[in-house]
C-alpha cells in the first residue's frame, strides 16, 4: 500500500512526517501500489472489464487508535516538535510531528527531566 492522501504529503511536506497526532487516529488513504496486472475478459456475460479491475478503492489506515495518554500526567496532551526543530525547541513549529515529549516538569528519580526522555 501506498499514501494518497496528497492533502497530508504533499510538496510542503517533503520528510513525509505525519502532520499531526490526530491524523495517525484518524487515518490516511492509501491504495494499492501499481496497477492490476489481470486483464479483462472482453464482452462475455458477466465478466469484469480492465477499467473495473483496475479501479482503486478508497481504503483508509488508521496508525494509532486514539491520541496515547501521557503516562507522567494522565493527559493526553504532549510536547512536539517537528523534523526541523532542535531537541530543547519550546514550542511546536507546526510543521510534522517528529517527535513527541511528555510535559510534565517533574524529575525522575536520577534527576532528568521526564520531558527529556
Known sequence: MVIDDCT????????????SLDTLVNGVRVRARGV????????ANG??????IN???EIIKVY???VPVDPMTGEKEWNLR???Q?????????????DIRSTSKDEALNGEKYSDW
Open 36 to 43: 492490476s496486472v489481470i486483464s479483462g475478459s472482453g464482452l
Open 47 to 52: 465478466s469484469k472489464q480492465a477499467t473495473e
Open 82 to 84: 517537528s523534523s526541523y
Open 55 to 57: 479501479e482503486d478503492k
Open 86 to 98: 532542535t531537541a530543547d525547541s519550546d514550542s511546536w513549529d507546526s510543521v510534522n510531528v517528529f
Open 8 to 19: 497530508i504529503f504533499d510538496s510542503q511536506n517533503l520528510d513525509r512526517y505525519p502532520p
Open 64 to 66: 494509532l487508535r486514539e
